[in-house]
């Protein structure tokens, strides 16, 4: 692990809102080398730039879509933290990613994109293992 690297990414995190309780987790990340990797990806987000550079920066993502890019990351990771924690607690989990799937707008063409059809994919063939699991599931 470099420090830099992670103080790098923690002042970027700092200047995009992050509270100091919401910082306190990172070692949780960085404990878990697949979760790890997903954070170093917040380095992209958090190269030193001018000050007026970064409050421009700043003030972009919170006009798009409220956080910024390297919060956005640490949310993710945050994600991968708890679910590694309740991997003992499948109904947990389940309920989880029911609720993570119910607002998704069925009818928007984002969903036709590649990553979409990748990602869709992906928990079919999830959903299809657990239903094996539980004996079929519903008919």
């Known amino acids: 692990m470099d420090i830099t690297n992670l103080k790098q990414i923690g002042f970027q995190l700092i200047l ?3 509270t100091h309780k919401q910082l ?3 070692d949780k990340i960085i404990d878990d080398a697949k979760i790890r990797e997903e954070f170093w990806k917040a380095l992209g987000f958090s ?3 001018k000050e007026k550079e970064k409050m421009a920066e700043k003030e972009k993502a919170k006009q798009k879509d409220g956080e910024g890019p390297v919060r956005t990351i640490l949310a993710d990771c945050m994600d991968s933290v708890r679910a590694k924690e309740d991997a003992g607690k499948p109904v947990t989990l389940l309920k989880r990613a029911l609720k993570n799937l119910i607002p998704i707008d069925m009818k928007g063409r984002a969903l036709s994109n590649p990553e979409a059809t990748t990602l869709i994919g992906q928990i079919d063939e999830i959903v299809k293992k ?3 699991i539980n004996g079929g ?3």
């Open 16 to 18: 995009e809102g992050a």
């Open 24 to 26: 306190r987790p990172i």
């Open 47 to 49: 190269k030193a730039g």
């Open 130 to 132: 657990l239903k094996e």
């Open 137 to 139: 599931g519903r008919k």
